[in-house]
């Protein structure tokens, strides 16, 4: 079954302590993305992935890191979380005529 | 630039059909997807188009026309399970990123 793993699905945590979400797929796709959705913005590109050892910038990047170091897994990463960074996070994976998205990380950072 | 309108929120009743439309501009077109999310989940994918015509699933449609940049998706016997938001998404041709628009809110009423 065709799917993108995200973990954890809700995580609260303190400003300034590091924190990795993680995302996988098994569907072989080249291209991966981070979004970030909070109410009245809709979907926001945080950061994305065209192949591995290949990621760029979305429209939010900053305050946040990503690798992309095998094909399947593409982590998020908070090096210092801060309070505006609560939102609600979807992994995302797509090739040919498929896109997918993981079920949806709910960050509050306190 | 790039830019895709979608109007923000539509009413219907069980039962009968609505349509949704979405408008772009893209720099490289590769695409058009739609994605239905209900409050809170993960948008979960009903469509891809690349070429222009209509695409039947269930008693979901789609169309698109890439001449005019416009798509719109066609819900058919219309149920309350119907109520959610529907995002219109475009694949860039190079970079193979795709941009959402803000999504159009979708509520079926008896």
């Known amino acids: 079954e065709a799917q993108v793993t995200q973990n954890p699905r809700y995580l609260i945590t303190v400003t300034g302590k590091k924190l990795t979400v993680t995302c996988s797929q098994n569907m072989n796709h080249e291209y991966m993305s981070w979004y970030r959705q909070d109410p009245g913005l809709g979907l926001r590109q945080i950061y994305y992935?065209?192949?591995?050892?290949?990621?760029d910038k979305g429209d939010v990047p900053e305050g946040y890191k990503v690798s992309r170091k095998e094909k399947r897994n593409f982590p998020l990463i908070l090096e210092s979380p801060s309070p505006n960074q609560t939102s609600l996070y979807f992994c995302?994976?797509?090739?040919?005529?498929?896109?997918?998205f993981g079920q949806g990380t709910r960050l509050t950072v306190v | 630039g790039q830019n895709i309108d979608q109007p923000t929120e539509m009413t219907a009743t069980e039962g009968a059909i609505v349509q949704i439309n979405c408008t772009y501009q893209t720099s490289g077109f590769n695409g058009l997807f739609w994605y239905q999310q209900h409050a809170g989940e993960a948008p979960t994918f009903l469509s891809y188009n690349v070429l222009d015509g209509l695409e039947e699933k269930g008693r979901f449609s789609s169309f698109l026309s890439r001449s005019k940049g416009y798509s719109y998706l066609l819900l058919k016997e219309l149920q309350m399970k119907d109520s959610a938001s529907y995002l219109c998404a475009v694949r860039e041709k190079s970079s193979y990123k795709l941009i959402f628009g803000s999504g159009t809110r979708l509520l079926v009423r008896p």
């Open positions: 995302a994976s797509s090739g040919g005529t498929e896109a997918f």
């Open positions: 992935s065209m192949n591995v050892e290949v990621t």
